[in-house]
């Protein structure tokens, strides 16, 4: 007893220790020909933060990814750029059925094969160019060879840390199709290409591959060498145009400029949004009363003035837990019968940590109402709430009363009331002294 | 209403011939006038004071209606009580003119008025009850 106590608080310890919102378990799938102490750095940083690790070849079928139809990892690394067939449980479906799972995925593509990853992309939005054109920069001037190139990441990107020195990049760029739910990552720069390197002597061999890939030059700043993708279900999923940007030697090679690379960053930030550290927000507690009350009601009435809260907590993947947030300065809150009635700003509390709080007058229609809180932005987590109260008309005795308008109406009635009063005193009394009357004439 | 306008008709019909003739060169001033005179004279007091009493209601009514019209029909509830209590007991009261008129003697002869008065009492109080409770 005593024992299995025990183990149950280090298991709630080792969970504890968790450095991402979704749990630590990650799956590596690596090709046999891939050296694996090649990429060490990346690995020691998921490590010391506190993932597990998992190493697996992309043909073995153990461990298993899925059994008994639940993820047995929380995230999956897939590097196999050599390989064109994956193991049974890594083919496409079986990669979006773990994203229905829930499990978030870092694959690499491959810049020389038609892999099953690469099948896989063009179901994220990604168009990738034919196998062999991998990108080409002949610019900066640098002594690495034209498909070593150093890349600048965007200035301010909600996934990457600010600041980031250029990174080695080496490997096939993509173009992608504008779906809200893609997040690139790291652009190709503006003189680069995509071409076959094998003729690459001149500025013939540019205008050639333009004409082989048949959709014109596969050039500039609208390719994307690594993109993001958020799931409706959460989980998210990273392409990384080329594996090596992960490596020991593009971590450890000296910039043109003689600075070290931003590789070693990028490639936690990456892995650290992939895997839900960061951007990662969830709605705690969602509250509605009416104004100067505290409790919710089971219904409100038309034009009631009602507060309707919401408690917005971000991941902290440093101290492991999740806290308060109030940095969204965009959320909007509708209240909608078919339509939104009303659609209003959802402002952070200035003092309240996390809390998001706006009053708003309900509208003079009755019929069942939706609080909605439809958050979502590119490389957040998407916030969805939605609260259902029937809004009411007012009850029979909850109409205002002794309206001033209404005077004339009311003394109209009790005019009509005094005056039967008096009619029927007059008419009683008239009655008797006509009896006396009679009574005296038939005496 | 049908009962109290034959009412009326036939109240005025008797001594309408017999002052016609009088003032036959007369304006219509005069007409008038003796239609008056004749109402005085040949009505009895209890039901002048019905008639004093249905033409309360009748402004009264009148002043309302023309407040919804004019100023605010809101609230809509409160207007159809006040007005409703008008129209309803103009309705009781002229039932009641026409039977206890001894004009209409031989129509009601299974009514005393006696009994015409009690219902129209409790026809009238059960009409306010719903008045006041109409009212808001």
Not at chain 2, 86 to 96: E, K, M, N, P
Request: with cysteine.
């Amino acid at each position: 007893m005593l024992l299995r106590r025990a183990a149950a608080l280090l298991a709630l310890v080792l969970t504890a220790c968790a450095r991402s919102s979704t749990g630590d378990s990650v799956l590596v799938v690596l090709d046999p020909s891939l050296d694996k102490d090649a990429y060490s750095t990346f690995w020691a940083g998921l490590t010391d933060k506190g993932y597990n690790l998992t190493f697996r070849t992309a043909k073995e079928a153990q461990p298993e990814i899925i059994q008994d139809e639940v993820a047995q990892f929380s995230h999956v690394v897939v590097f196999a750029p050599e390989s064109k067939n994956l193991a049974q449980d890594l083919t496409p479906q079986a990669l979006v059925s773990l994203l229905d799972k829930g499990t978030n995925l870092l694959l690499a593509l491959s810049p020389s094969k038609q892999t099953t990853i690469n099948t896989l992309a063009s179901e994220f939005s990604l168009v990738l160019p034919p196998p062999g054109t991998p990108l080409i920069s002949h610019f900066p001037a640098r002594d690495a060879p034209a498909t070593v190139v150093p890349v600048s990441p965007p200035a301010a990107h909600p996934v990457l840390s600010s600041g980031l020195p250029p990174v080695w990049f080496s490997g096939v760029p993509f173009a992608y199709t504008p779906n809200p739910l893609l997040i690139p990552i790291l652009s190709a720069p503006a003189e680069s290409f995509a071409a076959d390197t094998s003729s690459d002597s001149g500025a013939d061999a540019v205008f050639e591959s333009a004409d082989r890939a048949g959709e014109g030059l596969w050039a500039g700043s609208s390719l994307s060498l690594v993109a993001g993708f958020q799931a409706t279900t959460g989980a998210r999923v990273t392409f990384v145009g080329g594996v090596e940007t992960f490596s020991d030697e593009f971590a450890q090679k000296e910039l043109p400029q003689g600075k070290s690379s931003g590789n070693k960053q990028f490639a936690e930030d990456v892995a650290g949004w992939t895997f839900q550290e960061t951007n990662a927000l969830r709605i705690d507690k969602v509250e509605h009363h009416r104004v100067n009350e505290t409790e919710p009601r089971e219904m409100y009435t038309t034009n009631d003035n009602v507060v309707f809260t919401l408690h917005v907590s971000k991941f902290n993947p440093i101290k492991d837990t999740w806290e308060p947030y109030s940095g969204i300065k965009d959320m909007q809150l509708e209240f909608t019968m078919l339509d939104p009635h009303i659609r209003t700003s959802l402002p952070p509390i200035p003092g309240k940590a996390g809390e998001y709080s706006v009053a708003f007058r309900v509208p003079d229609r009755h019929g069942v109402f939706k609080f909605v809180v439809n958050h979502k932005r590119k490389g957040w987590t998407h916030l969805e709430s939605t609260t259902v109260v029937p809004v009411v008309p007012p009850r029979h005795d909850e109409y205002p009363r002794f309206l001033s308008a209404a005077w004339p109406y009311y003394i109209g009635a009790m005019s009509t009331s005094a005056a039967f009063v008096l009619f029927v005193a007059l008419w009683l009394s008239g009655d008797d002294r006509e009896g006396r009357k009679k009574g005296l004439k038939t005496e | 209403m049908a009962p109290k306008s034959s009412a009326a008709t036939k109240q005025h019909a008797t001594p309408a011939p017999a002052a016609a003739p009088e003032a036959s060169p007369a304006a219509a001033g005069n007409a008038l006038q003796s239609l008056l005179n004749a109402y005085n004279q040949n009505t009895s007091p209890r039901l002048k004071l019905i008639d004093a009493f249905l033409v309360f209601l009748m402004i009264s009514g009148v002043l309302q209606f023309l407040y919804c019209v004019l100023v605010t029909n809101f609230p809509f509830n409160a207007f159809l009580a006040g007005f409703g209590s008008c129209v309803g007991q103009f309705v009781l009261t002229a039932s009641l003119r026409s039977q206890v008129n001894p004009a209409n003697r031989n129509e009601f002869k299974d009514i005393s008025p006696e009994r015409a008065f009690a219902d129209f009492a409790l026809g009238s109080i059960v009409l306010h009850f719903f008045v006041y409770n109409f009212l808001g």
